[in-house]
């Protein structure tokens, strides 16, 4: 089969044991058969079936959507997929409402295609396959690092790449125009199997880049920083910029028990960050080629209010 048609190994295996492959108009039944030159085989694809995921009527904020794909500006407190913990009332359920017929299927089955995700409390973009062809060619993109994932986060500190601090610890290279490049291995953590962590061996390979946006404070005590992601794994940057000693405001899990300072930034600003709800990051740009069309496409999502209203308090 054609790659650019996303049909994966177990997909057409699925359709041969359900006898919907033919070779010379007799049913094949043996996905490991050989096939020889001038046999012909005809596959039929029946209609794909009704997921067991229950689709809801919840507003979305729908930044572009065609026959192949969707881009959805999440907000936070949303969780993408449904799990033990969240059976309803996630961006899965949303799609299957807000998309409908205009999903062709993703394995044989009419939902939408995850090729990526973002944590719960995280806000911003994210692009969501409706065909078999752009699930496989988008996943391929993110496989390969070649889609455009910029995020904004607001930070405890200010990174300053000339911190000695900063370049002595694993992982962390200065590159120019004073953006700090983190390379490590994460991984789940060795005793709190809630949390990643950076790992001195195993994990899997995790590249974030930033830099910081704007300082807040006299002295700077806090930053809004640009992070870019080359990698995508389980919560990177979070575990990243706790690396770096510049946790994100209002993580519970990796933000640690460090406080602002009030000198430096004044009651206020240390009110509103101690009330942060969520981890202050947002995802605010997406880029990546249409898997149809060959169509270069950018989208971008200003700071939504709780993290303009936060960057706000800290500038005094």
Known sequence: MPEAEGLTRSRLAKLIAAGGVTRDGAALTEPRARVTEGEVIEIAFADPTEVATRAQAIPLDVVHEDGALIVIDKPAGMVVHPAPGSPDGTLVNALLAHCGDSLSGIGGEKRPGIVHRIDKETSGLLVVAKTDKAHAALAAQFEAHSVERQYLALVHGVPDPADPRLRGIQGVAVEPGG??????????????????AVLASGGRHAVTRFRVVEAFGTPPAAALVECWLETGRTHQIRVHLAHAGHGLIGDPTYGGRRKLSERALGPGAVAAAAAFARQALHAATLGFVHPETGETMRFASPLPPDMAALAKALRG
């Open 179 to 196: 953006v700090i490049r983190i390379a490590t291995q994460i991984g789940r953590h060795r005793t709190d199997r809630q949390r990643q």
